[in-house]
């Protein structure tokens, strides 16, 4: 079969696939009443769904997509990096919650909701992956274990907003299958579970209450930079410290692999530095992270002459990241506005870029493949033991529904989990 043959055969296939999913949503029966009404099938959503089923609520699951749990299935390239053995705190935006939400043992609590799931795990330095390694594992283990719990799952179902009644809420939804038919159905609880690319659901539900949100902002995604010699090696990836500084002050830095792109840096170094990037910054590169200084100059200038020779760096570097210094070096290049001193010699000039290349940050950049959403529901709103929000009783968020983000390496997805068992059971047990 031909190349055209052969991908009109592939999405054939995929309408097909997604057709059976719309199918099955709507083959659903969704009763007009529930205890608990779950907004977003998510991570967060799910186990929320799950916790509040196994403490004996009548459970209504609400998901706009065709099926539930996929925004896991992308997580930790298609891998789920679901936790971190250095779970804290001191990681997240708002520290000072999620330590409250946390309490005394979060990773016991996620890795006993996992267990019990009858999942096992693989630990990779300090990073969590189901011993499968695929994130599919994770997401129907959540499933079965959702069904198991008696949780109605009603996928295909866009919520539009909800108003409080005399006996909780109703929640208006839209059916995204043949006929778009707009329903309602009545809640004692209601848990927002919205959060990432269905942020703007989150805001719908939420406004239509009165609680108030930050505006969503992309982070842990690539960073731009002004145009700079380094970036015309586009897709080379450098083991570097990077620090981030603004107006004149350090406020980040970390150690790891940075991807080079032709509009600045990319990876998950440059991930986590985007929570804090502001235009402007300066961001400067530790090439050699693991040579002193009194090593490198041993490699560039052993005798002091002030200069060095063609190619002395290239059993440490990359020789076209290597050759580029030499040739900034050479010109005596430094980026005006990095506060620097013209170097001494070619030799001292190389050794600061080698140490510490200079780049210009312009903001966040990449947006669509940005992993987190930073933004969402004022946490001052909620009760950080339960996730109720104190100004309307019976209503509670999970997740990125809240303006809680964490960095890279299964931070976030340990608030999904954790936030999702605290809510859920919350909303049950009132």
Known sequence: MSQDGAGRRRRVSRAKLQERRLQAAAAVDVATSYDVVVVGGGASGLVAAICAGEKGANVLLLESSPECGRPILATGNGRCNFSNVGLAPKYYNDPAFVQAVFGDDPLGDILALFRQCNMRWC?????????????????????????????????ARSVMGAARTDRGFSVAYREEFAGGAERAVQARGLVISTGGTQRAHDFDVAGSLGLESNPAQPVLCPVGCEPNPILELDGRRLHVRAQLTHTAFPVWSERGEVLLRSYGLSGIVVFN??????????????????????????????FAHGSFEEGCLDGVLDPDIASVLEGLARSRWTLEDAGRDKPASDSEALMALAKSYPLRATGTTGHEQAQVLRGGLRTNQFSNKTLECTSVPGLF??????????????FNLSWAWKSGMVAGAAAATR
């Open 123 to 155: 630990l990779e330095e300090e990073r969590l992956y189901p011993l499968s390694r695929r994130a599919t594992s994770v997401r129907n283990v959540l499933l079965r274990r959702a069904a198991s719990a008696g949780v109605t799952i009603a996928c």
């Open 273 to 302: 530095m985007s929570r804090q990037v502001v235009p402007g910054d300066l961001v400067e590169l530790d090439l050699l992270p693991d040579l002193t200084m009194s090593e490198l100059r041993q490699m560039v200038d052993p």
């Open 397 to 410: 968020a999970t997740g990125e529904a809240l303006d809680v983000d964490g960095e890279c390496g299964g």
